[in-house]
């Protein structure tokens, strides 16, 4: 695609300054010519930039050249915003408009937009950030507030998660950069959490539980760290007691996460019952 806006580029150049007797005749076909000039040098320069920025990137990091990566996501989004910026301009410029005189006579009009699109600036704004941090990268298991999921994809707009379910939850871009996230990809562990309530008058005390909810997971011993579950007592009322086991699998999937949980829930559910198991 270089290649190609960089011939169309020479051409379209050849054309301004040979001046056939086309443009002469039709003044709509030198504005067309002009409008292509003013799009594709700029934005010829700006893909060579990138190109040479991302293959540098690559080498340094020594990453898979089709590799999903945040600094090359967020390379990318500059580039199309610049591209859309050149498209005005040339749109502009085709329309027989000098873009400078247009920006000075809109300044008030620019003002009103950008107050009234504030929201969606931030959100690109925070976008970019988040692109060219460490803070999230693409593929990251992270819990936000009740949802939890993989990073699919980081937009200008939007952080785009997958959860349990398999639905997609998008989230915006100033909720994700001003919101406390644990992120579970950078501790190189995943946490897998349940609540419960239990009866006092059951008498359970932690110890018993987390033998029991041991016995119930031994079947995914390889999936889960050597003492990796632990209980928690969270609070003691009147009458029940609320507990929180957690447990620590070795790395992130999804199928063997769903069967552990369903294990631990069968096995809570299990207290609860008429044949509990014995203490």
């Known amino acids: 695609m270089i290649l190609v806006k960089t011939v169309l580029f020479m051409l379209m150049v050849y054309a301004k300054f040979s001046e056939p007797d ?9 504005n067309t010519n002009s409008a292509l000039i003013v799009f594709l040098g700029p934005s010829t320069a700006v893909s060579f930039l990138r190109l ?26 500059i580039v199309s915003i610049l591209n859309t910026a050149f498209g005005v301009i040339a749109f502009m410029i ?10 000075t006579s809109i300044t008030i009009v620019a003002a009103a937009i950008a107050v009234t699109f504030k ?13 060219f941090s460490d803070r999230l990268s693409l593929g990251d298991h992270i819990k936000l507030h009740d949802t939890e999921g993989k990073i ?17 939850v998008i989230v915006p871009n100033s909720v994700v950069f001003s919101s406390v996230i644990i992120n579970q990809s950078k501790q190189n562990i995943k946490k897998l959490s349940i609540e419960f309530e239990l009866s006092l008058s059951l008498g359970f005390a ?24 632990t209980i928690k007592t969270l ?29 631990l829930n069968t096995a809570v559910l299990q207290l609860s019952a008429p044949d509990q198991p014995a203490r």
């Open 94 to 103: 085709f329309m027989g408009k000098s873009p400078l005189e247009f920006l």
């Open 152 to 168: 699919l994809d980081i937009t200008l707009i939007n952080v785009i998660l997958q959860n349990e379910d398999n639905d997609m």
């Open 206 to 229: 932690p110890g018993e539980l987390e033998i029991y909810l041991n016995e119930s997971v031994q079947g995914f011993a390889n999936y889960i760290t050597s003492g990796g579950l």
């Open 235 to 263: 609070a003691i009322s009147k009458d029940v007691a609320r507990f929180k086991v957690q447990v620590l699998l070795n790395n992130y999937d999804k199928l063997k996460e769903r069967e552990i949980r369903r294990a």
């Open 52 to 77: 040479i920025i991302i293959y540098w990137y690559i080498r340094k990091h020594r990453l898979k050249p089709n590799i999903k990566d945040n600094f090359i996501l967020g390379i990318n989004r």
């Open 119 to 131: 929201d969606y600036i931030t959100n690109m704004i925070n976008g970019l950030i988040i692109m």
């Open 22 to 30: 086309l443009f002469i005749k039709y003044r709509w076909i030198e």
